[in-house]
């Protein structure tokens, strides 16, 4: 049987974390130094066409050491967003915050090429409590983007690898008796971590991924009558591969309705290709991320203190009613038999704000909940047989769905 593995979660007292005025001055200054073989990549940096993207570029680049980066000074693009714009800023905490996240994607842009758009998704999930599926081929670095992003925040971690035979006490733990006390003793499984690596989710049957969740969803799992809480913040990040069908067991509605995201990271293009290779040739080894010398960059704290910062964004009544719109838009869709719950809706909404807190706004627009729309909802909707067998995609749909709801200006 497949052993999981995983490391416990942060004991109590751990030293206190720096001063705001100290980690300015830390996230400020120059990015650590590459290790031979990791250079530093622009290709990782962000960019405008991502969508899932916070800033564009490295907050506060230029600024002296000790200064807090401003907001991305752009031009509002409508009137709704300039309106909201005199209207709500964030605080300096803010942006104090939002470094230790942009440094984050700095140090993950070290080792994984070009895969920003996910991993721009696994920070909008940890900052809005939510969880990640990653599809796509083999050999795409799903699983390196994951161990990578666990090695620069400063947070527990386990990894399991789901197969057919592995049992739900292998995930939450069970009780084991003691000889010595004479009694039963819990003994805590992988899932009591920060970030759980969820391996080839699909490849275990649905007895055992329905061990999931609870933990998800309540952040708590149930042994013996007896509720245990999960450490917070709590975040499963699952894969799995879209083409192997073959001893695999599709992930039921309930379960996929618990994903924030389901993300799909698409083979790199030549230019990426090449660079990985580049990096191939001069050393790198992914299955030695010790040697890339990572740095740890977020602790458990400065997780909380940016989810409950995020959380604080504000959300005007006519972005709401545009959410709303494209909700119901997915439940009249003639292609589409189930459309979006309104936990979906909820769900967007969180994702939405944390977007638009990484970008450095005090408010969401309409472009945020656009943008976050298709990752939010594919998994959610199911096609009516009529449309699969026309080979009508979910994304489809819901690109249709969103250019046709009309978006408040």
Same mark, same amino acid.
């Given at each position: 049987m497949t052993q999981p593995t995983h490391t416990e979660p942060p004991e109590s007292g751990r030293p206190q974390r720096e001063a705001p005025a100290e980690r300015r001055g830390r996230h400020a200054g120059p990015a650590a130094p590459? @290790?031979? !073989? /990791?250079? $530093? =990549?622009?290709? #990782?940096? &962000? =960019?405008? !066409? #991502?969508?899932?993207? &916070?800033? $564009? !570029?490295?907050a506060g680049a230029g600024a002296p050491a000790g200064a807090v980066p401003p907001p991305p000074q752009h031009a509002p693009r409508s009137g709704l967003e300039a309106r909201l714009a005199g209207e709500h800023a964030l605080e300096l905490i803010d942006h104090d915050l939002r470094e230790g996240f942009d440094a984050v994607r700095r140090e993950v842009g070290r080792i994984v090429v070009g895969q920003t758009a996910a991993l721009d998704g696994l920070l909008i999930a940890l900052l809005c409590s939510g969880h990640v599926l990653i599809e796509g081929v083999p050999g795409v670095a799903k699983t390196l983007? %994951?161990?990578?992003? =666990?090695?620069?925040?400063d947070l527990a971690h386990s990894r399991i690898q789901f197969t057919p035979d592995l049992m739900p006490a292998d %995930?939450? &733990?069970s009780l084991v008796f003691d000889a010595a006390a004479g009694g039963f003793e819990f003994r805590a499984g992988p899932v009591f971590t920060h970030l759980l690596i969820a391996d080839e989710i699909n490849r275990t049957p649905p007895k055992t991924q329905s061990a999931l969740l609870e933990a998800m969803e309540e952040r708590r799992v149930s042994v013996d009558g007896e509720a245990r809480a999960l450490p917070d913040p709590f975040l499963v990040a699952a894969t799995q591969n879209p083409l192997e069908y073959e001893g695999t067991y599709p992930l039921p509605e309930a379960q996929l309705d618990r994903f924030l995201f389901k993300l799909v990271m698409d083979p790199p293009d030549r230019a990426g290709e090449l660079e990985i290779l580049r990096r191939h040739a001069a050393g790198f080894d992914a299955r030695e991320l010790e040697a890339a010398g990572l740095t740890r960059l977020l602790d458990a704290q400065a997780v909380r203190a940016a989810r409950a910062r995020a959380g604080r964004i @504000? $959300? $005007?009544?006519? %972005?709401? &009613? /545009?959410l709303v719109d494209l909700v119901q838009a997915t439940r009249a869709a003639p292609s589409l038999a189930l459309g979006v719950s309104p936990r979906g809706a909820t769900r967007l909404l969180g994702a939405a704000r944390a977007r638009a807190w990484l970008a450095g706004r005090a408010f969401i627009t309409p472009d945020d909940v656009k943008a976050l729309a298709p990752a939010t909802f594919r998994h959610r909707v199911i096609l009516r047989p009529e449309a699969q067998m026309d080979g009508i995609g979910a994304d489809q749909v819901i690109a249709a769905v969103i250019d046709s709801t009309p978006v408040p200006r």
């Amino acid at each position: 049987m497949t052993q999981p593995t995983h490391t416990e979660p942060p004991e109590s007292g751990r030293p206190q974390r720096e001063a705001p005025a100290e980690r300015r001055g830390r996230h400020a200054g120059p990015a650590a130094p590459a @290790h031979p !073989g /990791y250079p $530093a =990549s622009p290709d #990782n940096a &962000g =960019s405008p !066409g #991502n969508p899932l993207a &916070g800033p $564009a !570029g490295p907050a506060g680049a230029g600024a002296p050491a000790g200064a807090v980066p401003p907001p991305p000074q752009h031009a509002p693009r409508s009137g709704l967003e300039a309106r909201l714009a005199g209207e709500h800023a964030l605080e300096l905490i803010d942006h104090d915050l939002r470094e230790g996240f942009d440094a984050v994607r700095r140090e993950v842009g070290r080792i994984v090429v070009g895969q920003t758009a996910a991993l721009d998704g696994l920070l909008i999930a940890l900052l809005c409590s939510g969880h990640v599926l990653i599809e796509g081929v083999p050999g795409v670095a799903k699983t390196l983007l %994951v161990r990578t992003l =666990s090695a620069a925040l400063d947070l527990a971690h386990s990894r399991i690898q789901f197969t057919p035979d592995l049992m739900p006490a292998d %995930v939450t &733990g069970s009780l084991v008796f003691d000889a010595a006390a004479g009694g039963f003793e819990f003994r805590a499984g992988p899932v009591f971590t920060h970030l759980l690596i969820a391996d080839e989710i699909n490849r275990t049957p649905p007895k055992t991924q329905s061990a999931l969740l609870e933990a998800m969803e309540e952040r708590r799992v149930s042994v013996d009558g007896e509720a245990r809480a999960l450490p917070d913040p709590f975040l499963v990040a699952a894969t799995q591969n879209p083409l192997e069908y073959e001893g695999t067991y599709p992930l039921p509605e309930a379960q996929l309705d618990r994903f924030l995201f389901k993300l799909v990271m698409d083979p790199p293009d030549r230019a990426g290709e090449l660079e990985i290779l580049r990096r191939h040739a001069a050393g790198f080894d992914a299955r030695e991320l010790e040697a890339a010398g990572l740095t740890r960059l977020l602790d458990a704290q400065a997780v909380r203190a940016a989810r409950a910062r995020a959380g604080r964004i @504000h $959300a $005007a009544p006519e %972005v709401l &009613g /545009y959410l709303v719109d494209l909700v119901q838009a997915t439940r009249a869709a003639p292609s589409l038999a189930l459309g979006v719950s309104p936990r979906g809706a909820t769900r967007l909404l969180g994702a939405a704000r944390a977007r638009a807190w990484l970008a450095g706004r005090a408010f969401i627009t309409p472009d945020d909940v656009k943008a976050l729309a298709p990752a939010t909802f594919r998994h959610r909707v199911i096609l009516r047989p009529e449309a699969q067998m026309d080979g009508i995609g979910a994304d489809q749909v819901i690109a249709a769905v969103i250019d046709s709801t009309p978006v408040p200006r």
